[in-house]
Protein backbone atom coordinates (compact mmCIF):
# COMPACT_ATOMS: atom_id res chain seq x y z
CA UNK A 1 0.00 0.00 0.00
CA UNK A 2 1.28 3.57 -0.92
CA UNK A 3 0.36 6.45 1.17
CA UNK A 4 0.91 9.81 0.17
CA UNK A 5 -0.15 13.47 1.07
CA UNK A 6 -2.06 15.63 -1.15
CA UNK A 7 -3.11 19.53 -1.08
CA UNK A 8 -6.09 20.79 -2.39
CA UNK A 9 -5.33 21.58 -6.33
CA UNK A 10 -2.69 18.39 -6.29
CA UNK A 11 -2.92 14.68 -7.78
CA UNK A 12 -1.84 11.76 -8.80
CA UNK A 13 -1.96 9.69 -11.70
CA UNK A 14 -1.95 5.91 -11.05
CA UNK A 15 -0.56 4.25 -14.99
CA UNK A 16 -0.70 6.67 -17.84
CA UNK A 17 -4.86 6.78 -17.82
CA UNK A 18 -5.79 7.17 -14.19
CA UNK A 19 -5.72 10.74 -12.34
CA UNK A 20 -6.89 11.28 -9.41
CA UNK A 21 -6.96 15.42 -8.06
CA UNK A 22 -7.90 16.65 -4.61
CA UNK A 23 -10.56 18.72 -5.10
CA UNK A 24 -10.76 20.71 -1.41
CA UNK A 25 -10.14 19.04 2.06
CA UNK A 26 -12.82 20.23 4.74
CA UNK A 27 -14.67 19.31 7.83
CA UNK A 28 -12.23 16.04 8.03
CA UNK A 29 -13.09 15.47 4.40
CA UNK A 30 -11.92 14.81 1.15
CA UNK A 31 -13.08 15.62 -2.10
CA UNK A 32 -11.49 13.69 -5.11
CA UNK A 33 -11.88 13.94 -8.86
CA UNK A 34 -10.97 10.65 -10.78
CA UNK A 35 -10.50 10.80 -14.50
CA UNK A 36 -10.42 7.22 -16.24
CA UNK A 37 -11.29 5.41 -19.13
CA UNK A 38 -14.83 4.39 -19.30
CA UNK A 39 -13.60 0.32 -19.24
CA UNK A 40 -12.31 0.79 -16.00
CA UNK A 41 -14.68 0.56 -13.07
CA UNK A 42 -14.88 3.06 -10.60
CA UNK A 43 -16.90 1.91 -7.26
CA UNK A 44 -16.61 3.02 -3.10
CA UNK A 45 -16.05 0.13 -1.54
CA UNK A 46 -18.84 -0.25 0.78
CA UNK A 47 -21.07 -0.44 -2.26
CA UNK A 48 -18.97 -3.76 -3.37
CA UNK A 49 -18.95 -5.23 0.08
CA UNK A 50 -22.68 -4.13 -0.05
CA UNK A 51 -23.30 -6.74 -3.16
CA UNK A 52 -20.96 -9.37 -2.07
CA UNK A 53 -23.14 -9.52 1.07
CA UNK A 54 -26.37 -9.49 -1.02
CA UNK A 55 -25.05 -11.92 -3.43
CA UNK A 56 -24.16 -14.37 -0.22
CA UNK A 57 -27.48 -13.40 1.04
CA UNK A 58 -29.61 -14.59 -2.24
CA UNK A 59 -27.75 -17.57 -2.29
CA UNK A 60 -28.85 -18.53 0.85
CA UNK A 61 -32.54 -17.49 0.23
CA UNK A 62 -35.39 -20.10 1.29
CA UNK A 63 -37.42 -21.72 -1.56
CA UNK A 64 -40.44 -20.17 -2.56
CA UNK A 65 -43.08 -22.39 -0.82
CA UNK A 66 -40.85 -22.15 2.27
CA UNK A 67 -41.19 -18.35 2.42
CA UNK A 68 -44.74 -18.51 1.88
CA UNK A 69 -44.99 -21.11 4.86
CA UNK A 70 -42.92 -18.73 7.15
CA UNK A 71 -45.83 -15.24 5.92
CA UNK A 72 -48.13 -17.43 7.02
CA UNK A 73 -46.83 -18.53 10.16
CA UNK A 74 -46.42 -14.88 10.83
CA UNK A 75 -49.65 -14.13 9.97
CA UNK A 76 -51.28 -15.93 12.44
CA UNK A 77 -53.48 -18.05 9.34
CA UNK A 78 -54.41 -14.76 7.66
CA UNK A 79 -52.61 -16.17 4.30
CA UNK A 80 -55.07 -18.62 2.93
CA UNK A 81 -53.53 -22.19 2.43
CA UNK A 82 -54.10 -22.98 -1.09
CA UNK A 83 -51.59 -26.65 -1.20
CA UNK A 84 -54.15 -28.02 1.49
CA UNK A 85 -57.04 -27.25 -0.63
CA UNK A 86 -55.27 -29.40 -3.30
CA UNK A 87 -55.09 -28.07 -6.99
CA UNK A 88 -58.06 -26.54 -8.67
CA UNK A 89 -59.98 -26.51 -5.38
CA UNK A 90 -62.08 -23.74 -3.72
CA UNK A 91 -62.23 -23.73 -0.12
Avoid at 32 to 48: D, F, V
Avoid at 65 to 84: C, F, H, I, N, Q
Amino acid sequence: MLILQRKAGESLLIGDEVEISVLSVEAGRVRLAIEAPKNISILRSELKNAAATNREAADEEAPPLTLLKLLRDAAGGLVPDREADGPGQKK
